[in-house]
């Protein structure tokens, strides 16, 4: 009699862990949600911030940030990192011309983001240097028309 009861107990224990329904953890895809291009010496750098709202576990994180640069794909292994925002740095290298990319983040559990970062156009020069350039052209172009100026000014016509 004691096994039929003991063997009563199992299966309604079986039932009732069978019949229990397990929620979903409730994390969002992660996201990239800026990219910041930066050119240091012919070298081009993409400062991509991604946001994901991981489970807090170290198997549930953004293991990977993808680029596609104009059909060419390039992946970046990212180290766990458990904040929910952070910025990664994605050196390109050199680039030629004005290429449109775009990004992505990948989770461990969520998989890839529901869409794309993009797209951005990667400039071959950075706007910083672009700056320069103008100023300086600018200071150089004034100069020169001061000193044409001073020197048509004083000679009698």
Known sequence: MLKKNHLAIILLLAALFTSIKTAPVLAE???????IV???SGNTTLNVTVSHSPSG???HHVDAIEVNVSGTIETLIVPVISST???VVFDLGPINGNPLATTSAHCTIDGWALLPYGPIEIPE?????????LILTTTLSTSVCHRFRKKTVGKPQ
Do not use: M, R, Y
């Not at 895809?29 to 990219?35: A, D, G, Y």
């Not at 020069?125 to 350039?133: C, E, N, Q, Y």
């Open 29 to 35: 895809k992660p996201s990239v949600t800026n990219v």
């Open 38 to 40: 930066w050119n240091d």
């Open 57 to 59: 576990t170290p198997l």
């Open 85 to 87: 925002e952070f910025t």
């Open 125 to 133: 020069l950075s706007l910083t240097i672009l700056l320069l350039a």
